[in-house]
């Protein structure tokens, strides 16, 4: 086994030193053939043509209160019924990302919708039908639905992904004394994944030997999980996913599936195969916290930032202390000598919030980014020039160095590639007949990491390669970027190169999240393929350095030998670990980019239609160019959705989510997305990790939606601050001459 520990800065690579032929490349998907012929099986699809039997989940009917009992009689009596379960190791919602498991129901209803008890029959009609006929009596108790009504009651809480409260200098005293004062509130809705492939598991038991096929991001947290949940030892779990249809921060943790579908093929005697239905994933996984969030900037005259605030309120359920980090860019975005970070819990009887894709900078930064434009509006500067005058030589927030920043290039190029010197110079003041138009832009940043991973790496006697790992891809691209570091490093074609992954028997990879999957996974493989070349070195007699792989050859000493020949019928096999080190907390580590939008708003409906969409981004080592640009399309759509149409509606009588499928809950469709544009400027991190790379599928995300908003106030002069901007909110405001 080898291990790189990222204590020191990785100059040069392997990768550098042979040429990259093929990473950075615009593979096509290595599963794409199995994807597209419909052959790659999700969770839900194992065990076909096995006698199985199928689960429906019973749902609470109130927000809050006691169970006082369930009666099963009725279920029971139905033909095909097989078992109801309805005790206390029922899980009430997915769990939280790294804890120990889901928070059970334990006699009490927690929020609308929330699980309760478990049919399971013979066939999925027969679970269907009669989970409709279990009776359940409660004790209702009056709930908290509204995060505004529970502000004062809010607190700090310690269960985050950063502190709750990062501050520098006296900010209230530079914010009184600024010449230039910015004191606005934005909201943001609730948010739902969504994701296409909805919650799902297939679980079998051998004796007290339990495996799970089920959709999760995390494989490594969620065998444990999923033996806590079951109450057994995880030496007992033997958890699969090697295709998922999607997770977005909600299959981090198990959900409520995986453990249900255990806990009913226990019961049984047969495996159970259960699929959350699209209400179900709504209002019994995880989903995203609305938030109130205050900005207050202080500047000077000319557009120095003196003093920056931003407090955020979010809610959560009660017992849980993640909170939305919607504070996490500005730390470190912007100079200015007097801070005020501060994050606020308020606990909601609602369903509980989780990470959801980019959780912080997705809607930390349509508050931000939103203020950032009404500062230059206030001062009459172009947005790029004001945020070119406050970028910082250092992190403002503890004067640790950058690791690499690019912001200022992705500003320029931008601006070149847009056109942005033809922005409307007032607001309102262009029209195409019966439209309004105008241009915005706004910054993206996230935060970027690795987290430990390791990959098994094995040359086979006949030269070629396999890569296993527990590592998962969620449709980013994991299969394919991992072959092609592979390849390049041992010089062999990608069609040679096997990847397995997202199987708990294969090496602990990082698993998918926080766009920390890539550069950790793709990280150990590097390294595990350094230690093959060790052992190639070896068998030659040379230097390890001095071998370059190269077309099925190594080559060293002026030698160029088939690497089949080297290995002379020997396999090779390594496991390379990669974990975070001293770079990780000596540099402040980000990717970068900006935005840059152009919306028609109609005159008379005050409908917004975005029609060009350009993200600039820097983001070291580009592993797999169309991969990259797919997340990177994939998060520009997000953003238009978080600007116009994303709203997750929960009743403030009942707490009840309303719109809990996807044809209320709005997301962006073909009609509502232009043609979109994506450019990656060449950087390399050599902080970051040994391929150089950093996180790209969230940053694409981050500020897309204020771009949208600025633009939006660029054409008809209404400043949208209460997300989503859709037209009753735009409708009032726009100019009389409309």
Sequence with gaps: MNTLVMDDAVEETRLDRQGEHIVGKPLDRYEGPLKVSGTAPYAYEHLAGEEVAYGFVVTSSISKGRIVSVDASRAEAEPGVLAVISDDRIPRTSAQPMSGGAQVVDGRVQHYGQPV???????????????RLVDVEYEAEQGRYVLSEEMENAVKSEGGVMPADTERGK??????????????????????????????????????????????????????????????????????????????????????DAIMAALGAKAVGRPVKLALTRPNVFQATSRRSETIQRIRIGATADGRITALGHETWAAN????????????????????????????LAELDTLITSAVRAPGEAVGMLALENAMDELAERLDLDPIELRRRNEPDVSPQGDKPFSTRMLLDC????????????RPSKPASRRDGEWLIGYGMAAASRANQIVKSSAEVAIEPDGRVTVRSSMTDIGTGSYTILQQIAADMLGVDPSDVTVELGDTRFPAGAGSGGSFGANSSGGSVYVACEELIEDLAEK???????????????????????????????????????????????YEQASYGAHFCEVAVNSVTGESRVRRLLTVAAAGRILNEKTARSQCFGGQIWGIGSALTEELVIDPRTGLIVNHDLAEYHVPVNADVPQLEVVFLPERDPHS????????????????????????????????????????????GLPDAA
């Design 117 to 131: 008890a478990l049919v399971v029959a013979s066939s999925f009609e027969a679970a269907r039908h009669a989970a």
């Design 171 to 256: 900010f209230e005293e530079a914010f009184a004394a600024a010449e230039i004062q910015i004191d606005e509130t934005y909201t943001t809705p609730s948010h739902h994944a969504a994701a296409m492939e909805p919650h799902a598991t297939v679980a079998k038991w051998d004796g007290d030997k339990l495996t799970i096929w089920s959709s999760g991001q995390l494989l490594e947290t969620n065998l444990k999980q999923i033996a806590n949940g079951v109450g057994i030892d995880p030496e007992n779990v033997h958890l699969m996913s090697p295709y998922i249809g999607g997770g977005f921060g909600s299959k981090l943790g198990i959900g409520p």
């Design 317 to 344: 359920a009660p017992d849980n202390t993640f909170f939305e980090p919607a504070g996490v860019s500005t730390v470190f975005l912007y100079a200015g000598e007097n801070r005020c970070i501060r994050h606020r």
């Design 411 to 422: 500003y320029e190029e931008g601006a070149r590639r847009f056109g942005w010197e033809d």
């Design 540 to 586: 030659l007699g040379v230097d390890p350095g001095s071998v370059t792989m190269s077309e099925g050859h190594v080559i060293a000493d002026n030698r160029r030998q088939p690497l089949t020949e080297v290995l002379g019928g020997e396999r090779l096999v390594s496991v390379g670990t990669i974990e975070p080190g001293d770079t990780g907390s000596d």
């Design 689 to 732: 990790s040994p391929l150089q790379g950093k996180g790209v599928g969230e940053l694409a995300l981050a500020g897309v939606g204020a771009a949208v908003t600025n633009a939006i106030h660029n054409a008809t002069g209404v400043r949208v601050r209460d997300y989503p901007a859709t037209l009753d909110k735009v409708l009032p």
